[in-house]
């Protein structure tokens, strides 16, 4: 029996709740892979203030909800196999908590697991400016083997909308994981 293909999506609680349902919309395109979602206490509180998405309408994007304090849940296991483990948005505290391996709650001991596992874990990093602790902690990250990609609108593709500008910026975080995602890219004609 093999193992079908995993990927781990936790939300932190950043200001840009959408990147997170992009990303779920998004990769519900590939129905061979199993999606597994993790939302912070605080994504909760952000999603409510920036969106009009109810929690059922995002669990339904996953094929697996995971409560961010259950820490005996699968995706708290190497053992457990994915492909990796997107962070759509990632806050700063969710940085933090990774850069220092502070596994307090699912998200950040999901994370921890797939960097130990030397699996794709990619931040899409909500915050500007940035001080010192912040671009620390993202080096820190990226020597662990980590990515850290903020989010950043690809203005050369004249978007039109705030949805085009999100699956662009999420999008090309997929492409990390060696999803094919299709989107409009430089220099290819478009179809």
């Not at 129905?31 to 203030?49: F, N, P, Q, W, Y």
């Not at 409560?67 to 700063?92: E, H, R, Y």
């Not at 903020?150 to 203005?155: D, E, I, Q």
Request: glycine share 8%; hydrophobic share 45%.
């Amino acid at each position: 029996m093999s193992t079908p293909q995993r990927i781990v999506v936790g939300i932190s609680g950043a200001s840009g709740f959408q990147y997170g349902y992009k990303a779920l919309q998004l990769l519900r395109a590939h129905t061979d892979l199993e999606i597994h979602l993790v939302i912070s206490k605080g994504a909760k509180m952000t999603r409510s203030l920036e969106t009009d998405y109810t929690l059922q309408d995002v669990k339904a994007l996953a094929d697996h909800f995971h409560n961010v304090q259950n820490l005996g849940a699968s995706i708290a296991s190497g053992s457990f196999k994915t492909i990796g483990m997107l962070v759509a948005p990632c806050s700063m505290r969710t940085l933090a908590a990774i850069a220092h391996g502070m596994s307090d709650n699912l998200l950040t001991r999901a994370a921890d697991v797939t960097l130990k596992d030397r699996r794709r874990l990619v931040l899409m990093a909500r915050e500007a400016p940035l001080n010192l602790a912040h671009i620390d902690n993202m080096r820190r990250v990226t020597e662990m083997g980590g990515i850290v990609f903020p989010p950043a609108p690809a203005l050369y593709q004249k978007p039109k909308t705030v949805d085009e500008i999100l699956t662009h910026s999420v999008g090309r975080a997929l492409d990390l994981f060696g999803l094919d995602i299709e989107l409009p890219r430089w220099g290819e004609e478009e179809a």
